[in-house]
């Protein structure tokens, strides 16, 4: 069946420190989506990649799609606090309403 | 701009106990509606989604069910609580298979 895996699956760095998160399914998407939910809240839509190999920055977070549309990663640089949370990215479930989301990355940041 | 509600914020049930969770949305007309569950520290379970008033599509097979009654009215029931059915339990919306946004959730301790 369809899967959508991320790694790390969690990833302490100090503050000032880049991250990258990988994710990766097994069957090409139309397009993937990265969300961001803080500690106790909610996730919250960040970004949505269409193309392939396509490449788009929000300030200091950096999103990527891969060529074959099969993996994308988000790179944040020098990371602060307000980073904390997990990331997922998701694809759409192939022939179906809905969204198919990666397992998560759990980031913390060491002030 | 569209809002999304969902309550209680909080609940503790006993085991064997009924369930009703309700969420609404508001300024969008046919959303297509989901409901999570998210277990302490890990990713996101699709329970249910619906594309229109009474069409469930339920995506794991347990004792929770799904209704929706009004176009912008999604609710998640159990008939009897189950320890395994404690979690945090979020409501989203789109328009498309695509980008989602998600209401504040509800925690549920069942004991």
């Known amino acids: 069946g369809q899967q959508v895996m991320q790694i790390p699956q969690y990833q302490h760095v100090q503050e000032g420190e880049d991250f990258t998160t990988y994710c990766n399914s097994s069957?090409?998407?139309?397009?993937i989506q990265w969300y961001k939910q803080r500690p106790g809240g909610h996730p919250v839509f960040l970004i949505q990649l269409v193309k392939s190999g396509e490449v788009k920055k929000q300030k200091r977070l950096t999103f990527q799609f891969g060529e074959a549309k099969k993996n994308s990663s988000l790179h944040i640089t020098a990371t602060q606090t307000t980073d904390v949370g997990t990331y997922f990215c998701?694809?759409?479930?192939?022939?179906?309403?809905?969204?198919?989301f990666g397992t998560g990355t759990r980031l913390t940041v060491i002030p | 701009s569209q809002t999304i509600h969902q309550w209680p914020a909080t609940l503790v049930q006993p085991v064997g106990s009924p369930l009703s969770l309700e969420c609404t949305v508001e300024g969008t007309s046919n959303p297509n509606l989901y409901w999570y569950r998210q277990a302490a520290g890990r990713g996101l379970q699709l329970l249910f989604y619906s594309v229109g008033i009474g069409q469930i599509s339920s995506e794991v097979p347990q004792n929770l069910s799904a209704s929706r009654p009004q176009d912008r009215q999604f609710i998640l029931s159990s008939k009897k609580l189950l320890l395994s059915d404690s979690g945090f339990y979020l409501c989203?919306?789109?328009?498309?298979?695509?980008?989602?946004?998600f209401g504040p959730g509800t925690r549920l301790t069942v004991t």
């Open positions: 998701a694809g759409p479930q192939t022939g179906a309403n809905n969204l198919f």
């Open positions: 069957t090409t998407l139309s397009n």
């Open positions: 989203a919306w789109s328009r498309t298979p695509n980008e989602q946004y």
